[in-house]
């Protein structure tokens, strides 16, 4: 046994996922939920993920027992303690991308952080998109009234 063997053990052991009584792991995917559900509540955010991401999701939602994604858009690096976590965005028009950004930063680390002991390292935002007011599409995917006016 040499010297250093127990202070390498020990510091393997330190932090709220690895005991001396056992160790737990978090899968990436977790991750990326939390993530996805913290970001979702950021107000500005009206999507996550791009366009192609976005309409792949629309159209797998619509299949009777398919369950929403809501890590759609995020991205994550995972080591046993620490994260990185990317996440990509549509930001409603009139909102401020930069409080956007910070607000996602502050409820990504906080829920990530609280949920798992993971350090979350940084929360990289990629704002993808601006969406304007005159984009909304009613239920049966036919333009809103408002885009539908023709010039008279």
């Known amino acids: 046994m040499s010297q250093g063997s127990p202070s390498v053990e020990a510091d393997r052991r330190a932090g709220p ?5 056992g160790d737990t792991t978090i899968e990436e995917t977790v991750v990326q939920k939390l993530a996805g559900m913290a970001t979702k509540e950021v107000p500005g955010v009206y999507a996550m993920g791009n366009a192609a991401r976005r ?13 929403t994604n809501v890590s759609n858009g995020v991205t994550v690096e995972k ?5 990185a976590i990317d996440v990509s965005i549509v930001v409603e ?3 401020s991308v930069v409080e956007v950004s910070q607000g996602i ?4 680390i906080r ?4 949920a798992t002991g993971l350090e979350v390292l940084e929360v990289n935002v990629n704002v ?13 995917g ?3 009234p408002s885009q539908s006016k023709s010039l008279e």
Do not use: C, K, W
Not at 17 to 21: G, K, N
Not at 79 to 83: H, I
Not at 128 to 140: A, G, I, R, S
């Open 17 to 21: 996922l690895q005991t001396p009584r």
């Open 55 to 67: 309409a792949f999701s629309s159209m797998t939602e619509r299949i009777p027992g398919s369950q």
């Open 79 to 83: 080591g046993e303690r620490q994260a």
């Open 93 to 95: 028009y009139g909102y």
């Open 105 to 108: 930063r502050r409820n990504v």
């Open 111 to 114: 829920s990530v952080e609280n």
């Open 128 to 140: 993808t998109d601006v969406h304007l007011p005159d984009e909304n599409e009613d239920q049966d």
């Open 142 to 144: 036919q333009s809103a």
